[in-house]
């Protein structure tokens, strides 16, 4: 009787997170529950056998513009693959020079691709909607006074460093930001292949930029239309087009890069940044921070964006009108 009472004073102290001032205020006179920490997981923790198969399915956003940016997103790389082989490798009379080329620009667009996919088919580290309930309250065995904090447009018990996604309309754990590119959000699950696919990206603009260059030169020094099986104004478009696209990806996954690099390596994603919120976790800062997100000590399986997958039944969520389904 005197542990219900208790359950029933912690949910009376369930807070909704938009009427506190700022993160630093209100984990500054309150004191977590183990069980609410950032190193945790409700996932695992999930008691039914219909929770414990959703977290074996792919997650995916159903979200118009996202997956208009993803398909978006493929195109520019397969346009980009298309141009490098069939407009300047294949073409050239130098027969190494089209393998190895061939073979590394392949490469790092099969790598950014599959990072892409890893990253918008993971689930970024949502919370599980609706767990705010009486009696998974009175399970937790809150101390009397202890106050935890409830999302109210999810209704889920909100971690540490956890943010509401309007678009995914989840609460996802250590949230970066959400990136329509990928679909998804950038979150505690899913930041290391996202880091990926900006790095490949990047790479492969280079790559291309490189051999549109050479490719001009080869074309200025001899013959135009010798040095591509498509007529000069039609190499000189798909060139100059694969020039900007390049420039284009080149700078904003850079960008991106840098910017994911820094945020691990402070152990401080976008979101916090931007409100300014006083870090009130132990910060894992540099290589901790990396070993964190890539897993283990470094190695080559960082770049690896097939570290763990294994394949997964395609099964739509039930529920209607939710934002998501999943394989």
């Known amino acids: 009787m005197q542990q219900r009472q208790s359950g029933q004073r912690a949910f009376s102290a369930l807070v909704d997170w938009e009427t506190m001032p700022s993160s630093g205020h209100r984990l500054r006179d309150v004191e977590h529950h183990p069980l609410l920490t950032e190193n945790d997981s409700y996932d695992s923790a999930a008691s039914s056998p219909a929770e414990a198969d959703a977290a074996d399915r792919v997650w995916f956003i159903r979200d118009g513009c996202g997956m208009i940016c993803a398909v978006l997103t493929w195109l520019l790389v397969v346009y980009a693959d298309f141009v490098v082989t069939f407009v300047m490798l294949l073409p050239s009379k130098d027969f190494w020079y ?36 009486k009696e998974y309250m009175e399970s937790l065995q809150l101390k009397p006074g ?69 490719q001009f ?14 007529s000069p104004p039609v190499t000189v478009i798909l060139l100059i087009f694969l020039c900007l696209e390049g420039l284009l990806f080149f700078t904003f996954t850079a960008v991106m890069f840098g910017t994911q690099i820094h945020s691990i390596c402070n152990d401080e994603t976008e979101i916090e940044r931007l409100k300014s919120e006083k870090p009130t976790w132990e910060r894992r800062l540099r290589w901790e921070g990396m070993k964190s997100v890539f897993g283990g000590p470094p190695s080559l399986l960082w770049m690896n964006p097939f570290v763990g997958f294994r394949f997964r039944r395609l099964q739509t969520r039930p529920r209607k009108g939710a934002p998501e389904f999943s394989v």
């Open 98 to 133: 089209s393998v190895v080329n061939g073979v590394v620009f392949n490469c790092l667009a099969v790598l950014a691709l599959s990072s892409h996919l890893r990253t918008m088919l993971t689930d970024p580290g949502a919370v599980p909607k609706g767990n705010a309930t």
């Open 146 to 214: 202890e106050v935890i904090y409830k999302c109210p447009k999810c209704c889920c018990i909100k971690p540490e460093r956890a943010h509401h996604c309007s678009i995914c309309k989840r609460c996802i754990r250590k949230m970066d930001h959400h990136c329509p590119w990928v679909n998804n959000c950038v979150g505690e699950k899913n930041q290391r292949f996202f880091v990926l696919f900006t790095m490949y990206i990047a790479l492969a603009s280079v790559h291309a930029l490189v051999l549109c260059g050479l």
């Open 217 to 230: 030169i080869a074309c200025v020094r001899g013959q135009w239309t010798e040095c591509s099986d498509f």
